[in-house]
Antibody, heavy 125, light 106 residues
């Protein structure tokens, strides 16, 4: 079955960077896009961006431009999300998600299925 | 950016009753609308995409309707495992989520 397994929880100081991994299995990695979504404690879902696992194209919301970088390693079917210049309000659970349709290798908007289990990133001095 | 709103914020329902959740988009998203269920400590789970297509393995008591700017998720007869938070998401232009509706036990 399709599965996304994320790396473990992280604790970082303000100003540091974090890199979260997301290993995919159960499907051909390069035929779908991957998106990242975060959820602050007790809050809703925020889309962080998309990467095409086919050609590496990315799309980020303006709010995170310059601080976030998404990459993939097709040899290991793994996606990565790096967030820099961390602040306390970056404390959240970070999810990767496989996008729903094969056209997601070319466009950033799609439904998400399935999701990884989530990675808690805590930013604290 | 397309803004999604959901109502009500909290819905109190008795087991076996029908639940109707609403989602509204600030501009037309056609039928590019998905619904997710999230339980405490878990990742969201896809229920509906394309406004009305049930995802694989989703029970028939979940149904979605609507297009354009107004959407509805209906749970025909609530089971104990259905008490959760439900989010809508538009994917017509980038991706944005609604703030969620919490369905709790009456």
């Amino acid at each position: 079955q399709v599965q996304l397994v994320q790396s473990g929880a992280e604790v970082k100081k303000p100003g540091a960077s974090v890199k979260v991994s997301c290993k995919a299995s159960g499907y051909t990695f390069t035929t779908y896009g991957i998106s990242w979504v975060r959820q602050a404690p007790g809050q809703g879902l925020e889309w962080m961006g998309w990467i095409s696992a086919y050609n590496g194209n990315t799309n980020y919301p303006q709010k995170l431009q310059g601080r976030v970088t998404m990459t993939t390693d097709t040899s290991t079917s793994t996606a990565y999300m790096e967030l820099r210049s961390l602040r306390s309000d970056d404390t959240a659970v970070y999810y990767c998600a496989k996008m729903g349709s094969s056209t997601s290798v070319f466009k950033s908007a799609d439904w998400f299925d399935p999701w990884g289990q989530g990675t808690l990133v805590t930013v604290s001095s | 950016e397309i803004v999604m709103t959901q109502s009500p914020a909290t819905l109190s329902v008795s087991p076996g009753e029908r639940a109707t959740l609403s989602c509204r988009a600030s501009q037309s998203v056609n039928s590019n609308l998905a619904w997710y269920q999230q339980k405490p400590g878990q990742a969201p789970r896809l229920l509906i995409y394309g406004a009305s297509t049930r995802a694989t393995g989703i029970p028939a008591r979940f149904s979605g309707s609507g297009s354009g700017t107004e959407f509805i998720l209906t749970i025909s007869s609530l089971q104990s495992e259905d008490f959760a938070v439900y989010y809508c998401q538009q994917y017509n232009t980038r991706d944005t989520f609604g703030p969620g509706t919490k369905v709790d036990i009456k």
